[in-house]
């Protein structure tokens, strides 16, 4: 099983829409979790960083389950320049462990 | 402020050739990573260095040695590259390990051929 665990996608939804994934984690112990955003051929970029409390950046919001170990992001409003592929990551004991991503793709 | 910069961009050898990717950053931050991303995979940890004069091994380090040659510069080498470590190399730093918000170089692309 892998550490940290993504639908590949692809989600496809038409602008305007909201989305969302989760992401599970196997590592208890994992303590910092973040949204990395991917656009093609680019480097990952952070997106947002996830506390335990969700937190909300725009038309993003991100939450932390720790008794069921997964992240989630939710997109609202989304924007064609929202597609890329998003990444999860997760960090504990030093470790830093990405998914592998799920795409996400937003047609007019 | 540049970031975190990597050279080359794109890089092909042969089987059984070697080569040093470059990064630096100029962000002043203590730990740097080598990342390897193949395609439908997640990144995959090469090598990390904590901070200035450490080292140490990540997920896939067999075929790579790794220098960190001062704060500022962490090199990558591929003592004698075989077709399997074609990929896309990402180099990373964070500022220090209260947080692990991490900023990315543009990648090198390899191809062994």
């Known amino acids: 099983r892998k550490e940290v665990e993504q639908d590949p996608g692809p989600f496809n939804v038409p602008e305007g829409a909201t989305v969302a994934f989760n992401c599970t984690y196997s590592n208890s112990a994992s303590q910092s979790f973040f949204w990395y955003r991917q656009d093609c051929r680019k480097e990952p970029k952070l997106l947002m960083s996830v506390y335990s409390s969700g937190n909300e950046d725009g038309r993003f919001t991100a939450q932390l389950n720790r008794a069921s170990q997964y992240i989630s992001l939710l997109i609202r409003d989304s924007k064609l320049s929202d597609s890329a592929t998003y990444l999860c990551?997760?960090?504990?004991?030093?470790?830093?462990?990405f998914g592998s991503g799920t795409r996400l793709s937003i047609r007019p | 402020n540049a970031g975190v910069t990597q050279t080359p961009k794109f890089q092909v050898l042969k089987t059984g050739q070697s080569m040093t990717l470059q990064c630096a950053q100029d962000m002043n931050h203590n730990s740097m990573y080598w990342y390897r991303q193949d395609p439908g995979m997640g990144l995959r940890l090469i090598y990390y260095?904590?901070?200035?004069?450490?080292?140490d091994k990540g997920e896939v380090p067999n075929g790579y040695n790794v220098s960190r040659l001062n704060k500022r510069e962490f090199s990558l080498r591929l003592e004698s590259a075989a077709p399997s470590q074609t990929s896309v190399y990402f180099c990373a730093s964070i500022r220090d390990r209260l947080s692990y918000e991490q900023y990315f170089g543009p990648g090198t692309r390899l191809t062994v051929t």
């Open positions: 990551v997760a960090e504990g004991a030093s470790k830093i462990i």
């Open positions: 260095s904590a901070s200035e004069g450490t080292t």
